[in-house]
């Protein structure tokens, strides 16, 4: 009986143990956006995102991209050009 139990222990450990090393990793989805200017092209100033979902990671990216180019407008840092020659677009 006693070895009956061991047996059936090992083998429940065994096929846990390959059922974990077999079991792929959760990767991050990534996106990225970039400042584009209507013209010129993209310019220097990009904003990324990773998460779990694609979805939620462009949203990240979008919204970090928008509070970079909002700075940028602030502080008088982006080339010459009208307020709406800015945006930012996908890229990644």
């Avoid at 956006?33 to 979008?62: E, L, P, S, T």
Wanted: glycine letters at 14%; proline letters at 2%; aromatic letters at 8%.
């Amino acid at each position: 009986m006693k070895r009956l139990f061991a047996l059936a222990a090992m083998t429940i450990a065994s096929g846990m143990s390959l059922s974990v090393g077999l079991s792929g990793q959760a990767q991050a989805a990534g996106c990225y956006y970039g400042v584009y200017q209507v013209g010129v092209g993209m310019i220097g100033i990009d904003g990324n995102g990773h998460a779990a979902k694609k979805d939620w990671a462009c949203n990240r990216a979008r919204r970090e991209c928008n509070r970079l180019l909002q700075r940028a407008r602030q502080q008088a840092r982006l080339p010459r050009g009208g307020p709406r020659d800015f945006t930012c677009k996908r890229y990644g």
